[in-house]
């Protein structure tokens, strides 16, 4: 990948002016978030050293690397979006960031979805964690009919008789 082409993590830059000198060592991440695309755009250059060096100790002692390394070449990275972000700025010492990250893996299209944790750690971003979030639960704006109750479009019959049906 040329370091001209649109950085994979999706904030618009090339790779050489967003995640790659993160990548490469020559400036550190100065955000929670920066660290993430970072961490997102590694995986699709398959660099797993670099993974492994953005992990907090505590991480690092269950990285699986041989794992981590087939996960990101059996897959087709297809893009990061952020969803959320708390602290995480160059002030703070924690933030977290939820993402979802797209990917093709044995001709079946998924989906990652995680709020990641993140720690400042003498000076540098560090990844700490996350926790995978599932779909979202679809919630109702009002209370579910009842089947014994009139029907709300206004028949006069009971919903299990009409709408329900």
Known sequence: MSENNPCPCG????????????????????????????????????DINYLASSLDSGELQS?????????????????????NTAGGTPEDKDGSVEFKARYERDGVIQEHREVSRFRKIDGAWRYCGGKNVGPVQFRRDA?????????????????KKCCAK
């Open 11 to 46: 904030s618009g830059l090339s790779l050489s002016a967003c995640c790659k000198p993160v990548i490469d060592g020559s400036a550190k991440a100065a955000t929670a978030e920066a660290l993430m695309r970072s961490r997102y755009t590694a995986y699709t250059l398959q």
């Open 63 to 83: 990285f699986d690397k041989d794992g981590t390394a087939k996960w990101a070449q059996d897959s087709t990275w297809m893009g990061l979006e952020i969803l």
């Open 143 to 159: 209370a579910k009919t009842g089947r014994n109750e009139p029907c709300p479009c206004g028949s006069g019959r009971k919903y």
